[in-house]
């Protein structure tokens, strides 16, 4: 699949999985991914965990409530630290998003799905610091995303759409009608 239409496929699956696990050298090609991101001044604030012992995720899975990606035969949490770059300036938010998505590209691109779960597991009832318990997370570091990874069970749903171009990306200013090349018109 070509890179950009593989971008342009890659969906949130919040479908069950299949029962087949996914193999070491899949889970490190997608955090090699991850960690291969961005990261502002090089602070290099991501860390990532790989869950795929059937026993550890079934005490990580026993924490999230209400259950999500309960099937997922792996998952992978994203940890950061907040290392402040200069002055006062800590980019670790950046570091871990691209961190994830670099990996929900790379889960799509070898045959796996994925859902970002960061609001569900960082809510007032802080599922986070459950799940980092369970992982053995120093206190420095915070537990933000949890990425579900497998073999869908059912065909993932596309994405909704998405306002048009013109709607949201312009040339030669805020909101230019320009007509050229991409422009949309």
């Not at 090609?29 to 001044?41: D, F, N, R, T, V």
């Amino acid at each position: 699949m070509d890179f950009l239409d593989l971008i342009q496929s890659r969906t949130s699956y919040r479908g069950r999985y299949l029962p087949q696990p996914v193999p070491r050298e899949d889970l490190r090609k997608i955090m090699e991914a991850g960690l291969g991101a961005p990261s502002g001044c090089n602070k290099q604030t991501t860390s990532l965990i790989a869950v795929d012992s059937p026993e550890v995720l079934a005490r990580l899975k026993a924490v999230i409530d209400p259950p999500v990606a309960a099937t997922a035969p792996a998952v992978i949490c994203v940890l950061t630290q907040k290392i402040i770059a200069y002055r006062d300036r800590c980019y670790q938010v950046q570091d871990y998003a691209a961190a994830i998505e670099n990996m929900l590209l790379a889960i799509k691109a070898l045959g796996y799905e994925s859902c970002w779960y960061e609001g569900h597991i960082t809510d007032l009832d802080r599922i986070d610091l459950k799940m980092a318990e369970v992982l053995g997370v120093p206190e420095d570091y915070s537990l933000v995303c949890m990425l579900p990874v497998g073999r869908p069970a059912q065909e993932p749903q596309p994405s909704p759409a998405k306002k048009p171009f013109g709607e949201r990306a312009w040339f030669n200013g805020f909101g230019s009608h320009e007509a050229g090349e991409g422009s949309g018109k």
